[in-house]
């Protein structure tokens, strides 16, 4: 094209959009023609594309596209008409005109132009196609359908540059930066004008933000269409009945996550077909069908999105995982031999991993699961491998929704301030200097600290960040208790810390290029005392020091050939929380989903009960000091005078927040119950850390709280301002 102005560019922006859209959908539907017979319906929504395609062509002066789309036309319009069969090689002639047509858009997106190229061999396939002899006639059921005239609706959606939604997210920003710093102002300042301004400033700043956020976000689906034809070709190509089942396309996230996803989601689809599903031969003996299926699940979870890959083939050869290991030298024999099932699927992640013997087009070079696991991470994601032989593999993928704005743990170190972003964060440990029973020890030389029977390398960031003159770690435990577990690069370790603060909304700024050296950050933040804070790199810190799940699986085995004691069951994990006057009771850590802090002012009524916003749902409020001890009917938040502490527990696609006083500690014992169901709601009682404590039933208290609405007290009753 010549060189064009502005409106032309736009012109040009909205035809590659257009065309790419078209090419996915007429894709989507030649798979499925290829499946079951073609419906009237599909087959004219591919005639539509291919005729639009040509017609904008013409007028934009791309000859080889006119061409290309003009000869596609008049097969589809003889299939239209009956007078060709439409037949499988017609879907892959048609499938090679989406994949042409797809690389003369990228190459006129780059450069403007079409290039040079030849087209010869597709369009004589095409006309091969159209000059068939062939008196036959397609069966009635082969295109089902009327000829059902169409009428064009009301668009209800409109296409907005990526930049200009960029602006809008970093405008947002500001004003949540500015927010954060006028709620420091009038922090102590309840029940005055400007305290109450800010307060509705606060709702509204957080109602804009979830709008704009809500623009950016994308269906995951987007990136699934190209997986049904991905499928078909890699099947093909290793000669296997593969069947690909996808469900929760419509789960949506921000648009750089899913283009951040989309090859380490490629990687492992291909990675399910190559060394997942088995040749229909090996499926036979097995007594499986001879048709694998590769299946594709997301879904929102705890302010996350959730992707999970699996497929129902072999499972993974821990054997070949052992023996490559070993032949890397990544672990030794002794260590090998005193490694789980679990331990060694871990390996996999390990750069340039491979149990392939040879190489092929889809395998076999060591470079797959570590850069899906170090892509994932960039993102603030994560994955998890979950294996078992004869029976399949599922590979679970975490992500957030966004990178723009971000919940994060603030702590000190040095007398800085460091944000600490919140999915990376598994738990909070404060060391008792007093009792610590040998927790903290040392293992070849380096400090590891024993939290509930595994060993967890710890790491003091003012050592790592040279904030301290003299670095011993032995020396900065004396002096600092509070340890950050934190998880990545498929791995867990201590983050030494000297001060523990909130967690609050912060806005990722990108560090300048001067700083971008500076592996131990990703990016900083401005709080609202209007400092600065530098946002730590999680992932980049367990890399430089080797402590990802290569180095907690040698940790392990390390530990295991060092000593033959068996080790005690460690039991089970247990969240431990207080209401009323000595109501201390636990839960089972796997009935929790979050942990969360609410103002008693964002509680609102809803039918006969109390219920908050949460993760876009209507979270109902369950106030377990009312419902459990009815004696005492005062407001559950009256010790946090304006915040209420609630457990998070998700079932059956909802969340219920699970009210309490205060939340008192994790840890892990044997549950040992006595008295079971003493009454509505308890399990029993057990002794957990030398106290009589009462284990709650999570499933049988939402029960007794939809059972009692009208006995329940109003949380925001009585508060204390």
Same mark, same amino acid.
């Given at each position: 094209?010549?060189?064009?102005?502005?409106?032309?560019?736009?012109?040009?922006?909205?035809?590659?959009?257009?065309?790419?859209?078209?090419?996915?959908?007429?894709?989507?539907?030649?798979?499925?023609?290829?499946?079951?017979?073609?419906?009237?319906?599909?087959?004219?929504?591919?005639?539509?594309?291919v005729?639009?395609?040509?017609?904008?062509?013409?007028?934009?002066?791309?000859?080889?596209?006119?061409?290309?789309?003009?000869?596609?036309?008049?097969? !589809?319009?003889?299939?239209?008409?009956?007078?060709?069969?439409?037949?499988?090689?017609?879907?892959?002639? @048609?499938?090679k005109?989406?994949?042409?047509?797809?690389?003369?858009?990228?190459?006129?997106?780059?450069?403007?132009t079409?290039g040079?190229?030849?087209d010869?061999i597709?369009?004589?396939?095409?006309?091969?196609? !159209?000059?068939?002899?062939?008196?036959e006639?397609?069966?009635?059921?082969d295109?089902?359908?009327?000829?059902?005239?169409?009428?064009?609706?009301?668009?209800?959606?409109?296409?907005? &540059?990526?930049?200009?939604?960029?602006?809008l997210?970093?405008?947002?920003g500001?004003?949540?930066?500015?927010?954060?710093?006028?709620?420091?102002?009038?922090?102590?300042?309840?029940?005055?004008? @400007?305290?109450g301004?800010?307060?509705?400033?606060?709702?509204? *700043?957080?109602?804009?933000?979830?709008?704009?956020?809500?623009?950016?976000?994308?269906p995951?689906?987007?990136?699934?269409?190209?997986?049904?034809?991905l499928?078909?070709?890699a099947a093909?190509?290793?000669?296997?009945?593969?069947r690909?089942?996808?469900?929760?396309?419509?789960?949506?996230?921000?648009k750089?996550?899913?283009?951040?996803?989309?090859?380490?989601?490629?990687?492992?689809v291909?990675?399910c077909?190559?060394?997942?599903?088995?040749?229909?031969?090996?499926?036979?003996?097995?007594?499986?069908?001879?048709?694998?299926v590769?299946?594709?699940?997301?879904?929102?979870?705890?302010?996350?999105?959730?992707?999970?890959v699996?497929?129902?083939?072999?499972?993974?050869?821990?054997?070949?995982?052992?023996?490559?290991?070993?032949?890397?030298r990544?672990?030794?024999?002794?260590?090998a031999?005193?490694?789980?099932?679990?331990d060694?699927?871990?390996?996999?992640?390990?750069?340039?991993?491979?149990?392939?013997?040879?190489?092929?087009k889809?395998?076999?070079?060591?470079? /797959?699961?570590?850069?899906?696991?170090?892509?994932?991470?960039?993102?603030?994601?994560?994955?998890?491998?979950?294996?078992?032989r004869?029976?399949?593999?599922?590979?679970?993928?975490?992500?957030?929704?966004?990178?723009?704005?971000?919940?994060?743990?603030?702590?000190?170190?040095?007398?800085?301030?460091?944000?600490?972003?919140?999915? *990376?964060?598994?738990? !909070?440990?404060?060391?008792?200097?007093?009792?610590?029973?040998?927790?903290?020890?040392?293992?070849?030389?380096?400090?590891?600290?024993?939290?509930? /029977?595994?060993?967890l390398?710890?790491?003091? @960031?003012?050592?790592?960040?040279?904030?301290?003159? &003299?670095?011993?770690?032995?020396?900065?435990?004396?002096?600092?208790?509070?340890?950050v577990?934190?998880?990545?690069?498929?791995? %867990?370790?201590?983050?030494?810390? &000297?001060?523990?603060?909130?967690?609050?909304?912060?806005?990722?700024k990108?560090?300048s290029?001067?700083?971008?050296?500076?592996?131990?950050?990703s990016?900083?933040?401005?709080?609202?005392?209007?400092?600065?804070?530098?946002?730590?790199?999680?992932?980049?810190?367990?890399?430089?020091?080797?402590?990802?799940?290569?180095q907690?699986?040698?940790?392990?085995?390390?530990?295991?050939?060092?000593?033959?004691?068996?080790?005690?069951?460690?039991?089970?994990?247990?969240?431990?929380?207080?209401?009323?006057?000595?109501?201390?009771?636990?839960?089972?850590?796997?009935?929790?989903?979050?942990?969360?802090?609410?103002?008693?002012?964002e509680?609102?009524?809803?039918?006969?009960?109390?219920?908050?916003?949460?993760?876009?749902?209507?979270?109902p409020?369950?106030?377990?000091?009312? !419902?459990?001890?009815?004696?005492?009917?005062? %407001?559950?938040?009256?010790?946090?005078?304006?915040?209420?502490?609630?457990?998070?527990?998700?079932?059956?696609?909802?969340?219920?927040?699970?009210?309490?006083?205060?939340?008192?500690?994790? *840890?892990?014992?044997p549950?040992?119950?006595?008295?079971?169901?003493?009454?509505?709601?308890?399990? /029993?009682?057990?002794?957990?850390?030398?106290?009589?404590?009462e284990?709650?039933?999570?499933?049988?208290?939402?029960?007794?709280?939809?059972?009692r609405?009208?006995?329940?007290?109003?949380?925001?009753?009585?508060?204390?301002?």
């Amino acid at each position: 094209m010549p060189e064009t102005n502005q409106a032309d560019m736009e012109i040009l922006q909205e035809f590659l959009a257009e065309s790419r859209e078209n090419m996915n959908e007429m894709e989507c539907d030649l798979l499925a023609w290829e499946k079951q017979a073609v419906t009237r319906e599909a087959l004219d929504r591919i005639f539509r594309a291919v005729h639009t395609l040509k017609g904008t062509c013409g007028f934009l002066g791309y000859p080889r596209l006119e061409t290309i789309a003009h000869q596609a036309e008049n097969l !589809l319009s003889q299939i239209r008409d009956r007078k060709i069969t439409a037949s499988a090689m017609a879907v892959t002639v @048609l499938l090679k005109v989406v994949d042409s047509v797809r690389r003369l858009l990228v190459h006129i997106e780059q450069t403007g132009t079409e290039g040079e190229g030849n087209d010869t061999i597709l369009l004589s396939e095409l006309s091969a196609l !159209l000059n068939a002899e062939t008196s036959e006639t397609v069966a009635h059921n082969d295109i089902a359908g009327d000829d059902q005239t169409f009428s064009g609706g009301t668009e209800s959606t409109i296409r907005v &540059d990526v930049a200009l939604l960029d602006r809008l997210m970093n405008l947002v920003g500001e004003l949540v930066l500015a927010r954060n710093q006028l709620a420091r102002v009038t922090g102590g300042q309840n029940g005055s004008p @400007l305290a109450g301004t800010s307060q509705r400033l606060s709702h509204i *700043t957080s109602e804009l933000q979830q709008s704009v956020m809500k623009t950016r976000l994308q269906p995951i689906g987007n990136i699934w269409s190209k997986f049904p034809r991905l499928v078909r070709d890699a099947a093909m190509a290793e000669d296997k009945k593969i069947r690909l089942f996808m469900t929760g396309q419509q789960t949506e996230t921000d648009k750089s996550i899913i283009e951040a996803v989309k090859d380490p989601l490629t990687h492992l689809v291909r990675n399910c077909i190559t060394h997942g599903i088995e040749k229909p031969e090996k499926r036979r003996a097995a007594g499986k069908p001879e048709e694998g299926v590769v299946t594709i699940r997301s879904y929102h979870e705890g302010g996350q999105v959730i992707i999970e890959v699996s497929d129902d083939g072999a499972g993974i050869p821990t054997d070949l995982i052992r023996e490559a290991a070993i032949r890397r030298r990544d672990i030794t024999p002794e260590q090998a031999e005193a490694m789980g099932e679990h331990d060694l699927q871990q390996l996999i992640f390990l750069p340039g991993f491979s149990t392939a013997k040879e190489v092929t087009k889809l395998s076999g070079r060591g470079v /797959g699961m570590d850069v899906v696991k170090t892509n994932l991470e960039r993102i603030h994601g994560s994955i998890a491998v979950i294996s078992r032989r004869g029976e399949g593999t599922l590979f679970k993928m975490k992500i957030p929704l966004t990178l723009t704005i971000i919940p994060a743990l603030m702590v000190k170190s040095g007398g800085q301030r460091f944000a600490i972003p919140q999915v *990376t964060l598994v738990e !909070l440990v404060r060391l008792n200097r007093e009792t610590n029973d040998g927790q903290v020890e040392s293992l070849f030389g380096a400090p590891v600290y024993r939290l509930r /029977g595994k060993l967890l390398p710890l790491i003091n @960031l003012r050592e790592e960040l040279g904030l301290e003159a &003299d670095s011993n770690l032995g020396n900065s435990l004396a002096n600092s208790t509070h340890i950050v577990v934190l998880q990545a690069d498929g791995g %867990s370790f201590g983050l030494v810390v &000297d001060e523990v603060q909130d967690i609050e909304e912060i806005v990722v700024k990108p560090l300048s290029k001067h700083l971008k050296v500076v592996h131990q950050f990703s990016g900083a933040t401005i709080m609202g005392d209007g400092r600065v804070a530098l946002i730590l790199d999680v992932l980049s810190i367990a890399q430089q020091l080797h402590l990802g799940a290569g180095q907690e699986a040698r940790l392990v085995a390390a530990e295991a050939t060092k000593t033959t004691t068996p080790v005690a069951d460690p039991g089970e994990e247990l969240l431990l929380f207080e209401i009323g006057n000595k109501g201390r009771m636990a839960m089972k850590l796997s009935d929790v989903t979050r942990l969360e802090e609410f103002p008693v002012a964002e509680i609102e009524n809803e039918g006969a009960g109390e219920v908050i916003q949460y993760d876009g749902h209507v979270m109902p409020l369950v106030p377990l000091r009312q !419902l459990l001890l009815p004696g005492q009917q005062e %407001s559950v938040a009256r010790e946090s005078h304006d915040k209420l502490q609630v457990i998070v527990h998700a079932h059956n696609g909802s969340y219920y927040g699970l009210c309490v006083d205060q939340i008192l500690d994790i *840890t892990r014992q044997p549950l040992a119950l006595q008295h079971r169901q003493s009454r509505p709601g308890i399990l /029993g009682s057990a002794i957990i850390q030398r106290r009589v404590t009462e284990v709650v039933d999570v499933a049988g208290l939402v029960t007794l709280s939809r059972q009692r609405p009208s006995g329940v007290v109003p949380l925001a009753e009585g508060i204390e301002s």
